[in-house]
């Protein structure tokens, strides 16, 4: 390789590729006779017709059909009731509160929405609020929190992160929960009372633990310095949100529920997908196996109405529901599974037809006979 | 003897004014101004020319001065250095569109308003392909670095003024001025004018093929004047001035002068330029002053980089990443105005971050955070990534072992890098004829002499001696040329030829012949027909074997020594001289000899014959020269220092003919051109022996004449423009200045004395050239090639006269070409024709096949040759390219007017029989010289030319020159649009292979310059039929597929993004998390597409070529069509929709929170994307699945592992736990299956049915694959039968249709 200067030398292989060209010694080599170097590697060689692809229709069909049928009858299984306490229509119970309310008004208002089961609620029965047109994914909302000050960071607690701006100090002192997402804490209050058919309220007690993610609860969220200490004293020298009536060290009387890792505030936290949303709120316990978790009857929904929805037309809703193994009440998935596995089923017809009449002279055209 | 050197110190002693007036008129003030002032230094001139003075010589201070501003030896070809590397890489890099959108987007993360994604993050995909390109650049630059060291370290012998002699230097530490010591076998350092060899006759030779890949030595000639005879050259008195042009890059021109202390000049030619890293051959020793150095010798000024041409695909590419672009632009358009009015509706809401902006500039602002955020859409990756597939398409096109030739051990070299996509869609062919369609295996076959014919018909019979090529002589190929070097290898490599060297003589020539060795009976017989034939077959063999520049070597010896005279039988030459002096005079009518030869008295001559001559004349001995001169010829007989080999070749010189013969087996020749070799070959068949060569002399042997020293005079060499060399010699017999000339047909007989009639010479004159003729029109019909020969007896004043014409056009530095050109011209007149020889060429192996399976493939064949239009044609017809049945349209024109009625009558017979087709196989060939191409390549003719041309389904043009050859190409390529190809494999076809989109050369017999400018290069021309039809077809689908397949994965991921921004309120928020993101086009989905694109295989090889007709599928771009292009993209908005709205639908409503909801939707798009690909994929082999599987893992352990131990390291994304638990949610997957299964459906749908019923060529050539071989080859039959009967395919296989009612 001593003619490096040569204009052959440099064209040849120097400049270019450094690899497959090789080096002089190598390329004088004849090639080796390997599959893979004659590029004979055996293969397999798929190609489309419609008689490959017709058993593959078929399956799918006949999979997707029961599966969609499964689904189908186990979304239906599902008890869901909805109720929406927005309150914009003048008829509507919560139609005051939702007229006067402003996030700093001091003067709580309440209400109360009277509702009925037709059928009973048998299982555990999941209480959620859902929200609609409150747009929880929007790019710098998502963004505006301090992952490690709620993970219980001293330094965070007392400089959160800039993502926060604007609502990460205020007067001077840092905020905690810094960021407009815990700024726009939820915080209607829901109570539910049965109303027995001699006329008397039974409030029906409400699980407010457990609703968050386990992993949140105990790895993500944590109160600063350990979780028994002295709250109140942890978050000197911090300031509640701007929207909340309470610092985050009151949040709830339990210490296990109080501060960053009050659940209320880490199901908030975990912001929504999709504009309309729905969050749990509550969990009802099955309370022994003879009588169902809700019976039939009429209930009572009493609302501390404190959330404002309508300067972006939102919409509140309190939703009961039984859940199975594919989560809430959804229709759609089976319906789709059973329309795609009929449409298979359907083009494998089709696909069939297809092959008798083209797919014998495919094969034959030509080929001799 | 008569060497130039003496002719020019006898001017310049006669003519002291002349002297000056060797350089040109416009070099007089130079001269002026340098006489005038002989101490100014000549730096003033430097701008254009440079001066060049000893560096320990007399003028040492000087020195300093004039060199200044020249550089070292030393070389550096890296780019950078340590330091410069990541400032001067990125720099480059960024020079890249690419590479700037990437800086852009990088650069517009930071600004805070518009900032979509982690800084970091963004940066991810430009640190990683910056880095992978530096990576590259830096191991090449480290190559070169090292390979630059070891040249800089090298070591040879200068001059040291302290130690007053030659001592071992490096070469980087060589300056201009310095003279270094060479020894056989060395490297060149530095480009030198030779000073001094130690070849007595002051000749040295070199080899070039590290320059230019030709193994022929070329001879070099120490400055004249400057002889210095003992080897104790001295450096510190050398006096001299050197001038000569500023550096330049031209390999075969040097120009300039030496100057004397006493103001006397030389003129200096190429053949004075020892060239640096040329190998010294054949010479003990020889001693040059360095003139350029370094980075200015004429090596270095070559070394262009590689060559970077823009294949078809790319260019197809460029334009749809504009589309990319626009679709880019659009999107995040309607997502800023989205998000304006979407602001502009909504007052105070709480998950709105107050800051306030207007919505129109929240707008604008989102504008830009899209652009980062749907960077994606433009495949950025595309091109590294097209860079990488192309790299593993050529390892397996190089390593192909059909493309190794055991001969020459050569394999396939791909010379560019970026467009063996470009294989699979050539619609043009432009083949050279000889060394490319045939050996270039160059065999005497017949001759003509004074218009006998002599048929040699036991002669050139195909396969006599091929198979027996011995190792010895092919074993060192030019690819080890380097290896050579290194090791000094001392190997000579010739060309192959024994085939060349079994010529079996006529007999009755040579009966004819041998009647010279006792020419005493003839001389007797006086005037007969038969001795007047002698002097022209004497004529005839001498030119066959002065006339041409072939080196002589014998093994073991750097040459036959020139010295060594051998003692010749007395009687017969007296005999020949006679005989010569009687008949030349019927001869040479034209010429004024007579009274020349008469002056020359015979027993004069004959004693001067026999005396001594001195070897080479001293500088000094002017006088002697004079009267040497004066005198003529002169043969010398040994001189007593002879070698030890000569005395014993001398000892019994005509004794023992088969030691002779053995000897003279022995001799090697090595020819510029295979019919020179074959012709000196030939004529040794005759015992006309060419035994050695130098710069003034030829040793010949004559049949029954013994050995002959004949003075060479003069070398016109062979150029492509006059088709003629010339040599002017002393005629050993008759002492005549004359001049032999061998050149095409056409131009000899053109430059033959005009006829006076009357005379009885006249007669035969004409005789002779009709009867030539006609043989020379039979020959071309057999496919031979033709040369003629004839010679020139000229007056010693007609001679002296010409040589200072010539002297003065050979020392001019301006316009030399043109000077001497026109010197040559003046010389190569009058001839008087001897006869022509008939050279025959065989075809290549498999060319007829290679041309059937082009033209079958679609391809236009063109051949342009210079040969003779009646050789071409044959040739054409022996490759198949012209068939029985095809009607030739012939254009020979003298005037354009005539030309353009001739194009216009052929194109109606064209467009006629094209009406009137009823589809058989015959077609129009198209057949045009030289001289009616040139017309028909002139401006308004162009566009009448291509309109037939292209109708017609070959053509050749014949009689064609290079610049001919790359016009028409470029014609082609240019007016018509079609892809070309061009193929050679001699200088000629140099600048076609430049011109074409695809230049391919083939290492053959005439030197690598069409190699070195070629983009592929084959050893035989069989190889473009795999070349082409299989990997061609291959690199071009698997390419296209895979750009495609980029885009449709770029837009099939980007577009779920952007159907988010309908339901974030446009804000630019994305459902996944980043590193996902951007690993998901960086690392996840990254191989398997490059996989694709190497190893994919949509027919096999066997099938490809066997039914040459699926090559069209390229040529018509097929796989990749801008419609292609649309469809892809509306699959992958069908897809991306599907892949959006399922799990949207799936989760709507729910408690899903935002980074949950993207991994349904990352995993549907992972499982369609790598699916996509397997519906796409015409092989599947282990290593696909290997790396579709692995893709798929690699996403899902990332994402699992990323889950479970991010906490609070991603904000905002919190993957902690999302992913485990979609894993455990039985929805997930739910989702996930019917995503996939919905978004691949109407793809595979719309394949299969579009494969069953109407199926391509190229599925129907898979389904052929397979079938058990025997079927398949039946089943290829059948369909080369249908397509030789003229029907279109889709014609029979609706004809097919039911094949068993048939």
């Known amino acids: 390789m001593a003619s490096g200067y ?17 080096s002089a010694a190598a390329r004088s080599r004849k090639p080796d006779n390997t599959a893979f170097k004659q590029q004979r590697l055996p293969a397999w060689q798929p190609i489309l017709t419609a008689g490959t692809v017709l058993p593959a229709f078929f399956i799918i069909g006949l999979l997707f059909i029961p599966i969609g049928i499964g689904l189908y009858v186990t979304s239906n299984n599902i008890r869901e009731l909805q109720i929406d306490y927005t309150g914009t229509e003048p008829s509507s119970p919560c139609f005051e509160c939702s007229q006067n309310y402003s996030w700093n008004m001091t003067r709580s208002c309440a209400c109360s929405v009277p509702f009925s089961l037709d059928q009973p609620f048998e299982s555990n029965v999941f209480m959620y609020y859902g929200l609609s047109n409150f747009y929880q994914n929007h790019r710098r909302y998502v963004k505006s ?93 911090t300031t509640k949100p701007i929207n909340w009536q309470k610092p985050v060290y009151e949040l709830d009387t339990d210490a296990e529920n109080n501060g960053f890792i009050n659940e209320d505030l880490i199901v908030w936290m975990r912001t929504a997908a999709l504009p309309t949303f729905r969050k749990l709120y509550r969990i009802i316990e099955k309370r022994g196996s003879a009588s169902p978790t809700l019976p039939r009857g009429n209930y009572t929904l009493e609302i501390i109405y404190n959330y404002p929805v309508r300067s972006f037309e939102g919409r509140k809703r309190m939703i009961l529901s039984t859940i199975s193994w594919m989560g809430g009440k959804n229709p759609f998935l089976g319906i789709a599974y059973i329309t795609v596995g009929s449409i298979c089923f359907f083009l494998g017809v089709v696909l069939l037809i297809i092959h008798h009449k083209y797919g014998s002279r495919s094969n034959s055209a030509d080929l001799p006979h | 003897m008569e060497s130039l050197r003496s002719i020019q110190h006898r001017c310049q002693q006669l003519l002291p004014e002349m002297g000056r007036g060797w350089s040109s008129s416009s070099a007089a003030p130079l001269a002026k101004s340098i006489s005038g002032n002989q101490d100014s230094p000549a730096h003033k001139f430097s701008g254009k020319r440079r001066t060049v003075i000893a560096r320990y010589g007399p003028y040492k201070d000087e020195y300093c001065t004039i060199t200044k501003g020249y550089q070292g030896n030393r070389i550096r070809t890296t780019k950078y250095t340590l330091i410069s590397f990541i400032p001067m890489n990125l720099f480059e890099q960024f020079h890249r569109a690419a590479n700037l959108y990437f800086l852009f987007l990088v650069l517009l993360n930071w600004v805070p308003v518009v900032e979509a994604f982690q800084k970091e993050i963004t940066m991810i995909p430009l640190v990683v392909v910056l880095s992978v390109i530096a990576f590259k650049d830096a191991m090449e630059d480290y190559n070169r670095y090292c390979f630059d060291k070891m040249i800089n370290n090298k070591v040879t012998k200068v001059y040291s003024g302290k130690q007053q002699r030659y001592v071992e230097q490096q070469w980087k530490d060589i300056c201009v001025g310095d003279f270094v010591l060479l020894s056989c076998n060395e490297m060149i350092p530095a480009d030198m004018v030779l000073l001094h060899s130690s070849n007595p006759d002051g000749v040295c030779r070199i080899e070039t093929s590290n320059l230019d890949g030709e193994t022929n030595l070329k001879q070099k000639q120490v400055v004249k004047g400057v002889a210095w005879q003992g080897f104790e050259v001295s450096p510190e008195a050398f006096q001299r001035r050197i001038e000569c042009e500023s550096p330049n890059n031209d390999l075969n021109c040097f120009r300039g002068f030496l100057e004397h202390p006493n103001r006397t000049r030389v003129g200096l030619h190429n053949e004075n330029l020892l060239l640096r890293s040329c190998t010294i051959r054949n010479t003990d020793s020889v001693v040059g002053i360095v003139v350029y150095a370094g980075h200015e010798t004429k090596a270095m000024k070559n070394n262009s980089g590689p060559r970077y041409k823009r294949s078809k695909l790319e260019r197809r590419v460029n334009v749809d990443v504009l589309w990319s672009l626009a679709m880019l632009l659009f999107m995040c358009f309607s997502a800023a105005i989205g998000h304006g009015m979407w602001l502009s509706d909504l007052k105070n809401a709480p998950f709105l971050i107050p800051d306030g902006t207007s919505p129109s500039l929240a707008g604008f602002y989102l504008f830009w955070t899209m652009i980062i955020v749907l960077q994606v859409l433009i495949p950025i990756s595309l091109y590294v990534s097209i860079e990488i597939v192309k790299l593993g398409q050529i390892y397996f096109i190089q390593n192909d072992v059909d493309f190794y030739d055991e001969r020459s051990t050569l394999g396939m070299q791909c010379r560019a890098l970026n467009i063996t996509e470009d294989l699979g869609q050539i619609q043009y062919v432009f083949s050279d004829k000889t060394g490319t369609l ?98 022209y077959i004497v004529d005839f063999f001498l030119a066959m074997t002065l006339c041409n520049t072939v080196v002589v070597s014998l093994p073991g010896l750097s040459q036959y020594p020139m010295s060594e005279f051998p003692q010749m039988a007395m009687k017969p030459l007296e005999n020949m001289k006679l005989l010569f002096q009687r008949l030349s005079a019927t001869r040479s009518i034209s010429s004024r000899s007579e009274s020349k030869v008469a002056a020359y008295s015979p027993s004069n001559f004959t004693q001067k014959l026999f005396s001594r001559a001195k070897e080479s004349v001293p500088l000094s001995d002017m006088s002697q020269v004079e009267t040497e001169e004066a005198e003529g010829l002169q043969v010398t007989a040994p001189k007593p220092e002879l070698s030890e080999k000569g005395a014993q070749a001398l000892a019994t010189p005509q004794a023992g003919p088969c030691r002779l013969d053995a000897e003279s087996e022995a001799l090697v020749y090595a020819a510029e051109s295979p019919d020179e070799a074959a012709l000196v070959h030939a004529a040794r068949a ?19 004449l013994g050995r002959l020293a004949v003075h060479l005079l003069h070398v016109l060499p062979f150029d492509s423009f006059r088709k003629r060399m010339s040599v002017v010699v002393r005629h050993p017999l008759t002492g005549q200045v004359v001049v032999y000339t061998k050149g095409a047909d056409s131009v000899i007989m053109d430059l033959t004395a005009p006829l006076t009639e009357g005379s009885k010479a006249a007669a035969k004159l004409k005789y002779i050239k009709e009867q030539t003729q006609r043989h020379l029109d039979e020959y071309g019909r057999e496919g031979l090639r033709t040369l003629c020969v004839a010679t020139k007896v000229m007056e010693e004043t007609e001679y002296s006269m010409w040589l200072k014409n010539h002297m003065y056009a050979e020392t001019s530095i301006e316009n030399q070409e043109e000077k001497l050109l026109e010197s040559a011209n003046k010389l190569e007149t009058n001839l008087t024709l001897l006869g022509a020889t008939g050279i025959v060429d065989r075809l290549q192996e498999d060319v007829p096949e290679t041309i059937e399976a082009l033209q079958g493939a679609g391809m236009h064949v063109w051949v342009l040759t210079g040969d003779k239009q009646e050789t071409a044609v044959n040739i054409a017809c022996s490759c198949r390219l012209l068939r ?34 009823v589809g058989g196989p015959s077609g129009h060939t198209l057949i045009i010289d030289g001289r009616s191409l040139e017309l028909a390549l002139q401006g308004n003719l162009e566009k009448a030319f291509l309109d037939l041309a292209q109708h017609c389904r070959a053509v050749i043009c014949c009689r064609s020159t290079p610049l001919q050859k790359s016009q028409v190409v470029q ?34 017999q005439e030197g690598m310059q069409a190699v070195m400018s070629s983009d592929f290069a084959i050893s035989r021309f069989k190889h473009l039929h795999k070349l082409l039809l299989v990997h061609g077809h291959w690199c071009y689908t698997r390419l296209a597929n895979m750009t495609l397949y980029f885009f449709y994965k770029n837009v099939a991921y980007v577009n779920l993004l952007f159907w988010y921004q309908f339901y974030c309120g446009f804000s630019g928020s994305t459902m996944t998390n980043y590193w996902v993101l951007i690993f998901f086009n960086l690392l996840f989905t990254s191989a398997p597409p490059l996989l694709y694109g190497i190893l994919d295989r949509d027919v096999s ?14 040529q018509l771009s097929q796989a990749y069509l801008p419609s292609t292009f649309w469809y892809t993209m509306l699959d992958a908005l069908y897809q991306s929709l599907i892949c959006f709205f399922v799990p949207y639908f799936a989760y709507s409503g729910s408690d899903i929170s935002v ?3 993207g991994t349904p939707i990352n995993t549907s798009a992972l499982f369609i994307i790598l699916l996509h690909q397997v519906i796409q994929s015409h092989t599947l082999t282990r290593m696909h699945g290997m790396v579709l599987v692995g893709s798929a893992l690699f996403y899902f352990v990332f994402i699992l592992i990323f889950s479970a131990t991010c906490t609070t390291c991603n904000s905002p994304a919190n993957p902690l736990a999302v992913d485990i638990r979609h894993m455990k949610d039985p929805l997930f997957y739910c989702v996930t299956a019917l995503t996939t299964a919905l978004a691949l459906l109407p793809r595979v749908l719309c394949i299969s049915i579009k494969n069953s019923i109407h199926p391509t060529d190229l599925v129907k050539a898979a389904q052929l694959d397979k079938l058990d071989p025997e079927k398949r080859q039946r089943g290829i039959q059948r369909w080369r039968s249908t397509l030789t009967h003229g029907k279109s395919l889709a014609t029979v296989t609706v004809a097919d249709g039911d094949p068993r009612e048939d």
């Open chain 1, 6 to 22: 040569s204009a052959k030398e440099e064209d040849g292989h120097h400049s270019g590729a450094p690899g497959p060209a090789g």
């Open chain 1, 145 to 237: 929190r301090d992952d490690s000050q709620l993970n219980g960071n001293l330094k965070s607690l007392k400089d959160p992160s800039k993502e926060c701006e604007p609502y990460r100090m205020n007067d001077g002192l840092p905020i905690a929960p810094c960021g407009a997402i815990a700024n726009s804490l939820f915080n209607d209050t829901l109570e539910l009372f049965y109303n027995e058919p001699n006329g008397t309220k039974t409030q029906i007690p409400l699980l407010k633990k457990g609703i968050a993610w386990w992993t949140d609860k105990h790895v993500k969220f944590r109160n600063p310095t350990g979780d028994n200490a002295n709250l109140t004293a942890i978050f000197q020298g």
């Open chain 2, 438 to 535: 045939t050996e270039n295996k160059m065999v005497f076959r017949r001759c003509s002499i004074a218009g006998v014919e002599y048929p040699h018909e036991d002669n050139g019979e195909p396969d006599s001696g091929v198979s027996d090529c011995s190792s010895t002589h092919f074993s060192t190929s030019r690819r080890e040329v380097h290896v050579i070097l290194i090791t000094n290898n001392q190997e000579e490599i010739w060309y192959c030829s024994h085939q060349e060297k079994d010529v079996i003589p006529d007999p009755q020539l040579l009966l004819k012949l041998n009647q010279l060795s006792s020419a005493e009976p003839l001389l007797q017989d006086g005037a007969g027909d038969e001795p007047q034939e002698i002097p």
């Open chain 2, 686 to 704: 005759y015992q006309c022996t060419l035994w050695a060569r130098n710069s003034d002399q030829v040793l010949v042997e004559l049949p029954g």
């Open chain 2, 884 to 917: 029985s049945s095809d009607k030739l349209l012939t254009i020979n024109c003298e005037s354009k007017e005539a030309c353009e009625a001739l194009l216009l009558q052929l194109s109606r017979i064209v467009a006629e029989a094209k009406d009137n087709d």
């Open chain 2, 971 to 1004: 014609l082609v390529r240019d007016r018509l649009g079609v892809m070309t190809l061009a193929i050679g494999d001699g200088a000629n076809d140099v600048s076609m292979i430049q011109v074409a989109d695809v230049g391919v050369g083939i290492s053959g």
């Open chain 2, 1101 to 1114: 090889a066997d099938i490809l070529q066997h039914l040459p007709v699926l090559y069209q599928a390229g």
């Open chain 2, 1155 to 1157: 980074f949950s909801f």
